[in-house]
């Protein structure tokens, strides 16, 4: 596969500030500190990867582990150890893949789809904190806008395999 160029042009000043932003915003995002106050207040007591392996899962049909750990841009054998730890929680369970039953499959379980509800709950009430004063009109905007940067650095990603079509939600499409 041919490495990926990046354009000879400089970016421009509004492309700089975007990912300056997305660099600040993906680092307070992931704090540990942050990540254990989001579990405390969802009352889900997981490590990130748990919970990315989790939102993965929900995001998607089952899947199996390889293709999991191709996802999340990891090795197979840390997606092994953390679905032996959700599966002892009760969180997944391991079902036959209908095109090899040799194989298997990781699905969320019930209560694997409450923690997530809950952790996504949680999120959402704080970051509903953080643009409360927001106007509706400009959040409609935001998301529009991100699903669209979302949606065109996925057209640009080399992966060889297609990202979940996520839902969108109501008003953004």
């Known amino acids: 596969m041919p490495t990926p160029q990046l354009p000879d042009a400089p970016a421009s000043p509004e492309v700089i500030e975007i990912e300056r932003a997305l660099t600040r915003i993906t680092y307070l995002s992931t704090r540990a500190r ?3 106050r989001l579990m405390a207040l969802a009352g889900v007591p997981l490590d990130r990867a748990a919970v990315a392996l989790l939102r993965q899962i929900a995001d998607s049909e089952p899947l199996r582990p390889g293709e999991l750990a191709t996802r999340l841009g ?24 209908p095109d090899d ?9 019930d209560a694997g789809r ?15 904190l953080a643009l409360g004063d927001w106007p509706p009109e400009e959040l409609r905007q935001l998301a529009t806008l991100f699903h669209r940067m979302v949606d065109d650095f996925l057209s640009y990603a080399i992966d060889d395999e297609p990202e979940p079509e996520a839902a969108t939600p109501a008003g953004t499409a």
């Open 34 to 36: 942050q990540h254990d």
């Open 74 to 97: 990891v090795e197979a054998s840390h997606i092994t150890r953390t679905v032996q730890q959700l599966q002892k929680a009760g969180y997944v369970t391991r079902v036959p893949d």
């Open 101 to 109: 039953r040799r194989a298997q499959r990781i699905q969320l379980t």
């Open 114 to 128: 409450r923690a997530i509800h809950k952790i996504r709950d949680a999120g959402a009430r704080g970051m509903q």
